[in-house]
């Protein structure tokens, strides 16, 4: 009964390499995010999609890639993994664009070698 | 854009006693402030929010001060439990289109008992 899941919850991976992040919440809402929290534990914004719209877009490398195929899913895809890719990827969703509560996914665990 | 800072990062209080966690942001146009706890290795959770029509906001330990004027707003959490130690995020948007919730950089409270 997972509001918002998120696969897989750890990844360890080695420079250079290319890997994906899927996130689905079954909550019914229309917006959903990716935010990056680093080891010093800031939480900070890279995408939100609106009914799989394109709505925000941080200054995020062009190395990172979301895709949102219906608005239960947005899907993280980055390629030529750096060290500082480094983090945990929290998924999270909200009723409607800038409208209160987020939910969070469990995040999941990304380590680059 | 707006810009959250959160003071202080760590905070070590007696069980019992109250913590207070401040919070200034930059946008005047800011209109919806919420504060999360993330438990170790856990996903950050709402706990309590304040529109910027209200001044202060209780439930039950915790309450949430806002001064719109001076642009800070406050948590205040009364009769610390070791429960309560947790990371705590301050955050603030616009809550409209095209904005999302922007997170101060957390505040690590710890409760000895």
């Known amino acids: 009964d997972t509001a918002v899941s998120q696969t897989p919850k750890y990844l360890v991976t080695q420079m250079g390499n290319d890997k994906s992040i899927k996130c689905e919440q079954n909550?019914?809402?229309?917006?959903m995010y990716w935010y990056k929290q680093d080891s010093k534990k800031f939480l900070k914004i890279m995408f939100s999609?609106?009914?799989?719209?394109?709505?925000i877009n941080e200054t995020v490398p062009n190395r990172f890639s979301p895709k949102s195929p219906d608005k239960a899913h947005l899907n993280l895809h980055i390629n030529s993994l750096e060290l500082g890719d480094s983090a945990v990827y929290f998924c999270?969703?909200?009723?409607?664009?800038?409208?209160?509560?987020?939910?969070f996914g469990e995040g999941s665990r990304l380590t680059v070698l | 854009g707006e810009n959250v800072e959160q003071h202080p990062s760590t905070l070590s209080v007696q069980e019992g006693d109250s913590a207070v966690i401040k919070c200034t942001y930059s946008?005047?146009?800011?209109?919806?402030f919420p504060w999360y706890k993330q438990e170790l290795g856990k996903r950050p959770q709402l706990i309590i929010d304040?529109?910027?029509?209200?001044g202060e906001k209780k439930d039950q330990r915790i309450a949430v001060t806002l001064n719109k004027t001076a642009k800070h707003f406050s948590l205040h959490i009364t009769e610390t439990q070791p429960e309560d130690s947790a990371v705590y995020f301050c955050?603030?948007?616009?809550?409209?289109?095209?904005?999302?919730?922007?997170f101060g950089k957390g505040t690590t409270l710890s409760v000895s008992s």
């Open positions: 946008d005047s146009a800011s209109n919806y």
């Open positions: 999270a969703s909200s009723q409607s664009l800038g409208a209160g509560e987020l939910f």
């Open positions: 909550l019914g809402h229309d917006t």
């Open positions: 955050a603030a948007s616009l809550n409209q289109a095209g904005t999302a919730l922007i």
């Open positions: 304040i529109r910027s029509n209200v």
């Open positions: 999609y609106n009914n799989k719209e394109l709505i």
